[in-house]
């Protein structure tokens, strides 16, 4: 297997489980680490990230242009949620 680097820090399991998906359909080999430790409960991961993601140098710009792609849906499903969140409130004003 080819040397791998760390590439990114993951916020939470989620964007993990995505990222991990759409680098295995893509092919990308990569490998995601979790900074969870029973023996602290956790609290290393409130610190200092979910975890990280490594692949191959050569597949870095590969990974952090996937990790935009994520954010950007995330950010869209989040704007979408405050519009409809602002609409419902500024009914209410009558």
Avoid: C
């Amino acid at each position: 297997m080819e040397r791998l680097k760390k590439v990114a820090v993951l916020e939470n399991e989620i964007q993990a489980q995505v990222l991990d998906s759409m680098l295995t359909d893509r092919e990308i080999p990569h490998i995601i680490r979790s900074y969870h430790d029973t023996a602290l409960d956790g609290i290393f991961q409130m610190a200092s990230g979910w975890g990280h993601v490594e692949a191959p140098p050569e597949f870095r710009d590969t990974v952090l242009a996937v990790l935009d792609e994520i954010a950007d849906q995330a950010g869209q499903e989040t704007d979408l949620d405050s519009e409809t969140l602002f609409s419902e409130d500024s009914s209410n004003e009558d």
